[in-house]
């Protein structure tokens, strides 16, 4: 049985004083225990503040991305030492954001992926498709393109260890959501694909989360579904009864 994962990508959003705020009022909110296993991944600056909140409930702490290399001349990069030593245990690699703005590709991603496995950090591997390529009917050779290159020189026991997170691209931060059927089949397929590189062993261990405009009215819907084993939050993990709802549903 996959634990469920539920993680709150903070995006940039809240200074110090609103990430502290908003945490506290998220562990406040957690009042029922759960199984699901939950992360708050919020900005660098914030990841120690976050980190005194939680210490002591069964809360982790994610950062939001990092380079692969352990050190040197990278103005304004971190090194999974760094999250590490700020009490992260996950990271989100290869959001569709840092594809979009920030030029990440699939082979970056990859070196990112596994320098993060390497420190001993759990990725948050990001694939989706653009409603270009989904109107053209390409999303499966995307989401394929996408974890192929990701996974590359990777083992079987590695890939069990990281998340993958299915983000349609054109149902982030739009409001627009996938259909459960639409996300239960792209889940099917990314479990299917790495059963294919790998084995169904590792295919059915492998947690795969949905991220699109996932919220407490729809959240049960799409996590009732077979392969959907969880939700990397936006908009909504910055409304800390939203986020816990989601996480109870």
Same mark, same amino acid.
């Given at each position: ?11 940039? +959003? ?6 502290? #705020? ?7 909110? @957690?009042?029922?225990?759960? #199984?699901? #296993? ?12 976050? *980190?005194?909140?939680? /210490? ?6 994610? $950062? &939001? +991305? ?26 989100? @690699? ?24 390497? *420190? =001993? ?30 996974? *590359? ?19 982030? =931060? ?7 059927? &639409? ?13 294919? @590189? ?5 295919? #059915? ?12 009215? +729809? ?5 009732? /579904?077979?392969?959907?084993?969880? =939700?990397?939050? =936006? $908009? ?14």
């Amino acid at each position: 049985m996959r634990k469920r994962i539920i993680a709150g990508n903070w995006k940039m +959003n809240k200074d110090v004083a609103g990430a502290a #705020e908003l945490a506290r009022a998220v562990v406040a909110a @957690l009042t029922v225990p759960t #199984e699901t #296993e939950i992360v708050l991944c919020p900005p660098f600056t914030d990841l120690t503040t976050v *980190a005194a909140v939680i /210490q002591g409930t069964p809360i982790r702490l994610g $950062g &939001q +991305n990092m380079h692969w290399e352990e050190k040197g001349a990278f103005t304004g990069e971190v090194s999974a030492a760094m999250l590490l030593s700020a009490g992260c245990s996950h990271v989100i @690699l290869g959001h569709s954001e840092r594809r979009q703005y920030f030029g990440e590709t699939d082979e970056t991603v990859n070196h990112k992926v596994r320098a993060a496995l390497k *420190a =001993g950090l759990i990725p948050i591997v990001c694939v989706g498709e653009t409603l270009a390529e989904r109107q053209t009917e390409e999303t499966a050779a995307v989401v394929a393109r996408q974890i192929r290159g990701a996974l *590359a020189g990777l083992s079987g026991e590695e890939v069990a260890r990281l998340v993958i997170a299915y983000e349609p691209v054109w149902a982030i =931060g739009t409001g627009v959501v996938a259909t459960s059927d &639409q996300a239960q089949e792209v889940h099917a397929l990314i479990r299917q694909l790495v059963a294919r @590189l790998y084995d169904s062993r590792i295919a #059915e261990v492998l947690r795969i989360q949905y991220g699109g405009s996932m919220k407490p009215d +729809n959240a049960a819907q799409l996590l009732a /579904q077979k392969d959907i084993d969880g =939700g990397l939050i =936006g $908009g909504a993990s910055l409304d800390a009864r939203s986020f816990v709802e989601i996480v109870y549903a």
